[in-house]
């Protein structure tokens, strides 16, 4: 059988490994029993009495990758480029049984993903070794046991998990979603979710968090801006840096996602509509790749999850300018790339640029894919890259590269020197502890912002109350703050019980839901109007009557977790179903009325910012999100929350985004020359930054000095902001710039830094920006990176439309700060 495998290395380009004169293949017996491979300080991982390089943690990964590398068969090499999905997803078992000597990771797996987490939404998945934390910790040891002391090798496996609203693990510390936490524009907040998140992973067993989501969501239509940060690539670059620093500091891989220009699909179509954004090159590196040359140049993120889309013609997964050109060649990426589900299977079924599956796999591996994810068995991935080697297609040389990557990051998990989980009770002590609780909170707090406040509303003023009615489909509803990419199992805080547990005593609350999320002809009741039917005009009906009795209604409408998310796109930003119809409804009982907005995307409310006097955006807020909105509505929390992404007043504006270029996006005129009359509507509902606070703030003392020369130094700008009113708040200060002058047409406006100042009534603090030559340059006609002399000015603003002071510097040189990778032709 040794002489076999001997000709079998020959017939694919390798030679019998030597090491300590012993010859290895996958049928050699094991010298030593399982219990003998452990020791004080090494583990005996292919159990041949020695301490090899690779299980020496004295020695350098390099040393030990490349030594353990050496020692590997090519079946064992495909089976780390796979994934094997979790228990109730793919895997059949909970734990490892007999059958797994025979399945096809008996060779070894790159990663499991979502493994006894008890993911929401999939009953499948349910499993009691999810909580408390010291049960999962010992499910994964066992299954960490079996790859350590059941494969030749004993490479263990990496356990991988999801993370964008805190971990996807029963009962984890919950946060809101990408977008309400963008709301607080606050760096330190977001690095604190990283560190939370990150430590709950690494205690509960995972080591790899596919978080943060780096899209720049610059169509409202598409269901998956719920998940963004931003319209905006800096806004969403710099939290996306603070999220990725938070979860690697933990010694957790964060891995961006979706790579590359994923949230642009035509129409904001999504679904099986995942293809096809018409992006132009300059458009792609100035917007759409910021974000993650920030996580992973700047950051030093070692994951990146490959998109399933195309870029001009190109999937992104069969592409080796994306994943190799940009990720390695220019930006220095150390780690391994994933794909997103099915993008290795799209390459020939989608965009139909591969014979066959089996020709996808070897477009997807020569690119530098690395680890293939998808809801099927890995050896759908692994049998056809040995078939690819074996029949020449394929080198070992490329598999040895992409095997490479992957071990790397395993020894920079620690899992060769620590593959077991052992801190059992300081993970049940910590995994969702009151300290992360708190932040948890906080985030719900700063999320939140107040888009209407007329006549000072809001704070309510109590002594003119006695009754509330609570109404509106998210009055009661908890499913938007549950996500199967985070926490389950959770108890979720709903705005009506947040009012009754804040409000005052003496206030009478009362609750009638009011009418659903949509309506039984939604979505088609989008394109022609239908009245409500029999039942769902008695709905409506009795809230009314509820809100003819009360002093005050408090609707609250918007999304739930079936009209927004992921293929969830939409055609319109109305209300859905009858909410529309329940709110004029209300109003017009002549009870005052407050709007609270539950959502994931702008909505075009443009009746409501009309004539309600008061609306409060909550987006999906996590497990306290009613509790914060009450804290808003009472007065105990100031809102201080920015509007991460605009809105505009109709679907028929689209696109319509922040930032955008010279006039691209003015109105028509009225008169002069071509104006001829009044055909469309222009302008935002609501602009980029925007967001009201329960006290006003003055700027002041504005200076900017330039020190740039040579495409080195800095741009300093400071500030005084004062606390004109009577009550403590938050300003979130926002520096934008123009260049007034370039070789190509720049977005007419930039933002380039911002900064939360918190200030008691009346007082003053001075506020500094640094900016560096980076920040004013653009992409020339040679799309080479490039800071262009000339005039710029500096503004500083309380929203993209709301400038207070500017001023304007000169840089004097010309720079190539960095030379464009030239996009090839071929794939």
């Not at 390099?62 to 050496?70: I, M, Q, Y």
């Amino acid at each position: 059988m040794k002489i076999y495998t001997f000709f079998n290395y020959l017939l694919i380009g390798m030679f019998p490994l030597f090491i300590g004169m012993k010859v290895f293949s996958n049928e050699t017996i094991q010298k030593e029993k399982p219990d003998k491979i452990y020791h004080s300080n090494w583990i005996d991982f292919n159990k041949n009495g020695a301490k090899d390089i690779y299980e020496n943690r004295e020695e350098s990964i390099e040393k030990r990758v490349e030594d353990l590398l050496s020692q590997m068969t090519l079946e064992e090499k495909s089976c780390q480029m796979a994934t094997l999905y979790g228990f109730g997803r793919v895997l059949k078992d909970e734990l490892p049984t007999a059958d797994w000597k025979n399945e096809i990771w008996k060779d070894g797996i790159g990663n499991m993903d979502e493994q006894l987490n008890n993911l929401a939404y999939h009953p499948n998945s349910a499993t009691d070794k999810a909580w408390p934390p010291s049960n999962h910790i010992k499910a994964l040891n066992e299954i960490q046991k079996f790859f350590i002391e059941n494969t030749r090798l004993g490479i263990p496996v990496e356990f991988t998990n999801e993370g964008i609203r805190g971990l996807c693990h029963e009962k984890a510390t919950s946060f809101p979603s990408q977008i309400g936490v963008a709301s607080s524009w606050n760096r330190d907040l977001v690095s604190q979710i990283g560190h939370i998140t990150g430590k709950e992973a690494r205690l509960l067993g995972y080591t790899n968090v596919y978080a943060p989501i780096l899209d720049i969501a610059r169509d409202p239509r598409w269901g998956r801006v719920v998940e963004c940060y931003s319209e905006d690539p800096y806004l969403t670059g710099e939290l996306g840096y603070n999220m990725v620093k938070g979860i690697q500091e933990e010694r957790v891989v964060a891995t961006p996602k979706h790579f590359a220009i994923y949230s642009a699909p035509k129409g904001g179509r999504d679904g099986d509509a995942r293809t096809d954004p018409h992006i132009t090159e300059r458009e792609l590196f100035s917007l759409y790749l910021y974000p993650f040359k920030r996580a992973i140049k700047d950051a030093g993120a070692l994951g990146v999850m490959s998109s399933y889309n195309d870029y001009n013609g190109v999937p992104i997964t069969s592409s080796s300018y994306f994943l190799r050109d940009i990720l390695r060649d220019s930006w220095g990426f150390k780690g391994y790339v994933v794909s997103d589900s099915r993008a290795v299977e799209f390459i020939a079924d989608k965009h139909r640029v591969a014979k066959n599956h089996k020709d996808a796999v070897l477009q997807s591996v020569n690119a530098g894919l690395n680890i293939r994810t998808d809801f099927t068995m890995p050896e759908d991935y692994i049998l056809p890259v040995r078939e690819l080697v074996k029949e020449g297609k394929l080198s070992m040389e490329t598999i040895d590269n992409c095997v490479r990557d992957i071990l790397k990051v395993k020894f920079w998990q620690g899992l060769f020197d620590s593959p077991y989980g052992t801190e059992f009770e300081k993970a049940d002590a910590t995994v969702s502890n009151e300290k992360s609780q708190k932040i948890s909170y906080q985030a719900s707090l700063e999320s939140i912002v107040l888009l209407k406040n007329e006549n000072r509303t809001l704070p309510l003023d109590f002594s003119k109350l006695k009754s509330v009615l609570v109404t509106g489909p998210n009055a009661k509803a908890v499913d938007h703050s549950v996500s199967r990419y985070g926490p389950s199992n959770i108890d979720v805080v709903s705005v009506y019980e947040g009012i009754k547990k804040k409000f005052p005593k003496n206030i009478e609350i009362n609750y009638a839901k009011g009418c659903g999320f949509f309506d039984e002809n939604w979505p088609d009741s989008e394109l022609i109007p239908m009245d409500p039917t029999a039942s769902e005009q008695a709905e409506i009906d009795k809230a009314v009557e509820m809100a003819k009795t009360v002093g005050l209604a408090i609707v609250v409408v918007g999304d739930d977790e079936e009209t927004v998310g992921e293929s969830r796109s939409r055609t319109s930003l109305e209300l859905p179903g009858n909410q529309q119809k329940l709110v004029e409804a209300i109003y017009n009982t002549g009870t005052p009325v407050v709007v609270v907005l539950i959502n994931g995307r702008p909505l075009t409310i443009n009746w409501i910012n009309k004539y309600v006097p008061a609306v409060v955006e909550g987006w999906f807020q996590g497990k306290f999100g009613g509790a914060a909105i009450a804290d808003v509505l009472v007065g105990n929390y100031n809102p201080s929350g920015k509007l991460p992404v605009s809105f505009p007043k109709t679907v028929g504006q689209l696109p319509m985004n922040f930032p955008s270029k010279p006039g691209a996006q003015a109105n028509q005129p009225t008169n002069g020359p071509n104006g001829s009359g009044k055909t469309r509507v222009g302008g935002f509902l609501y602009p980029f930054g925007y967001g009201l606070s329960y006290t006003t703030f003055k700027y002041s003392n504005l200076n900017v000095s330039s020190k740039i020369k040579s495409g080195k130094g800095e741009v300093i700008v400071t500030l005084d902001v004062t606390n004109t009113g009577e009550v403590k708040g938050d300003e979130i200060v926002q520096l934008y710039f123009s260049d007034l002058h370039s070789s190509i047409t720049v977005y007419e406006k930039q933002l380039r830094g911002f900064a939360r100042v918190s200030l008691n009534s009346k007082e003053t603090k001075s506020t500094t920006f640094i900016l560096k030559p980076e920040d004013f340059a653009l992409y020339d006609l040679n799309m080479d990176f490039v800071l262009e002399a000339g005039d710029f000015n500096i503004m500083i603003g309380s929203s993209s439309e709301d400038i207070k002071l500017s001023q304007k510097i000169n840089i004097a040189d010309s720079v190539v700060l960095s030379k464009q990778i030239k996009m090839s032709t071929s794939k």
